[in-house]
């Protein structure tokens, strides 16, 4: 049978999320088991998180240096003895806390589960953080800070978040040489003994799940002793005056790096979906409008996008740029310009549509395969979202309106709220 080649298959619409089931079990001692049992391939994912963070800080810095340095020494093993143990078996541990949680994962072929596994269960319950090793992170860290000061985009980064937020808040504050010479062994135990819980503690399983990895993995975690943790997160207190703009001087003489945003919200608020929308369709895939302007049309730069960055507390917009000196002016009125047509004309319809169906194509994507599922796992449970979040998510991309978006655009794109941050030498 010949096929017609000169005509395309039928483009179908994508109208519902459909997610592969995610179990969920409480263990005895309050720690959340989910698991993605799933996938072809004999391997397994075990991600075990810590609500916590820079949240439960009673000393800044302590967070990402306990994450850092769980695995370099156990009761048992040496750093270097367990990446070598790991390594033999062709495993993968990694370790690490962003502002709202710790983390441990270990992948691995599910025929050496039961070797790695015992080497996890060292990591999270019987770390030694040793100085030696405590001496090593501080020296690289204030190293990577030097060459992080030279990056315009890093630094003005630094400088929203730090605006937004507050210099003293856990999502504004920004690492130093001071904060990371104040390290102490002994500030990094009290923070591991006062995170590092039970009933603060998402453990997530995925991929092709055998009866004896799931009795293997409820028999260590669900033996563990019973160990409550506290956790109060602050509101911002900082004040933010209108049409607030920062200019930081660079080494960079060429081009500024360019920030501008707002606060806006959790998750879970009821604004999150369209602003999902409106963002995409202002700079958040690379056919957006900025995009379209201000480099295919303009040529001002190379790259230029815009973002909702979400915690489990807040949330911030921003758009980003870099951009040479000679059009940093002009670039400027251009991503206000943006705004302000957003505000006061409405958007097109095959314009919608393309991006409704840019963003239910990337949907499918995050469905693509265990690991993919458990990272839906990860966002629901650590924001404690309805378990039918992304399908509403998808649900309502689908019905949103040009008059849902231009309203939105009014409420939140307001020019004498936003922060701008310039860092560079023009």
Known sequence: MSVDRRNGPEIKKITELRIPPITREI???????LEVNMGTQNLVQ????????????????????????????????????????????????????????????IFTLNRYFHKILPILEEVLYHPTFPEEELGKY????????????????????????????GEDHVYGYNSTDEIYNSLTRDKLLEYYETTYGTDNCIIILSGKITEEIRSSVKKMFG????????????????????????????EDNLQSAVKIGCRLFKRSHADFQDMFVLNTILGGYFGSRLMSSLREEKGYTYNIYS????????????????????????????I???????????????????VKNYLSGNFLNMVDGPFKVAGIAKVIALNNLEVDFYQKLMSRIHSITAEDLQ??????????????IIVGNP
């Not at 370790?95 to 710790?102: F, K, N, P, T």
């Not at 800070?145 to 605006?163: G, P, Q, R």
């Not at 309203?407 to 701008?420: D, G, S």
Request: net charge negative; hydrophobic share 35%; no cysteine.
């Open 223 to 250: 033996n563990q002793s019973e160990k409550k943790v506290k956790l109060d997160y602050e509101n911002p207190s900082v004040n933010i005056s209108k049409n607030h703009s920062k200019r930081i001087k660079a």
């Open 336 to 354: 206000y310009e943006e705004l302000e047509i957003l505000k006061h004309e409405k958007v097109g319809s095959e314009e919608l549509d393309m």
């Open 307 to 334: 973002s909702i960055d979400m915690m489990i507390y807040d949330g911030y917009f921003n758009v980003s740029t870099e951009v040479g000196n000679e059009y940093l002016p002009a670039t400027l009125e251009g």
């Open 138 to 165: 501080t020296k690289n860290s204030i190293q990577k800070l030097k060459v992080e000061k030279a990056k315009s985009e890093l630094v003005a980064y630094k400088a929203i978040t730090e605006k937004l937020y």
């Open 27 to 33: 263990l005895p001692n309050g720690m959340e088991l």
């Open 407 to 420: 309203k939105l655009a009014q409420k939140y794109f307001i020019r004498e709220n936003m922060v701008e």
């Open 46 to 105: 075990l991600e075990v998180l810590f609500r916590g963070g820079r949240v439960n800080e009673a000393h800044k810095g302590v967070s990402r240096a306990v994450a850092r340095l769980l695995k370099e020494g156990t009761k048992s093993y040496t750093g270097s003895e367990l990446a070598e143990e790991v390594d033999f078996y062709g495993a993968n541990i990694s370790s690490g806390a962003s502002l709202d949680y710790s983390y441990v994962k």
